[in-house]
């Protein structure tokens, strides 16, 4: 079983920035095998994915954070990392890690249904 941890979250004025971790632990292989990203749910929308990175260190970003938001990864500490830069009030949302073993069709890699693993969220706000 994988156990995922988020923290970083928090409140920020527009045009600020935060870093997002995810700790990943709880079984034998490292995060380099893993496919991971992070979604996000703001308040009475769906869930919907940010950037993605598979375990080829290939990445995808919404269009929305494009040149904002970068992801990255550390195997050695097994943690997922994501920078969020000019942050709007729009960003506001309970951001989540999420991970999965095996390849994801590239067309498929924001749908939340390919990700066996997910964390319990950390809550970012944005104020204007």
């Known amino acids: 079983q994988v156990q995922l941890v988020e923290s970083g979250g928090g409140s920020v004025q527009a045009g600020g920035s935060l870093r997002l971790s995810c700790a990943a632990s709880g079984y034998t292989y490292s995060t380099y095998y893993m496919n991971m990203g992070w979604f996000r749910q703001g308040p009475g929308k769906e869930r919907e994915g940010v950037a993605t990175m598979d375990s080829d260190g290939n990445t995808a970003y919404a269009d929305s954070v494009k040149g904002r938001f970068t992801i990255s990864r550390d195997n050695a500490k097994n943690t997922l990392y994501l920078e969020m830069n000019s942050l709007k009030p729009e960003d506001t949302a309970m951001y989540y890690c999420?991970?999965?073993?095996?390849?994801?069709?590239?067309?498929?890699?924001?749908?939340?249904?390919?990700?066996?693993?997910w964390g319990q969220g950390t809550p970012v706000t944005v104020s204007s």
């Open positions: 999420a991970a999965t073993f095996g390849s994801i069709f590239p067309d498929w890699v924001f749908l939340p249904s390919q990700y066996n693993y």
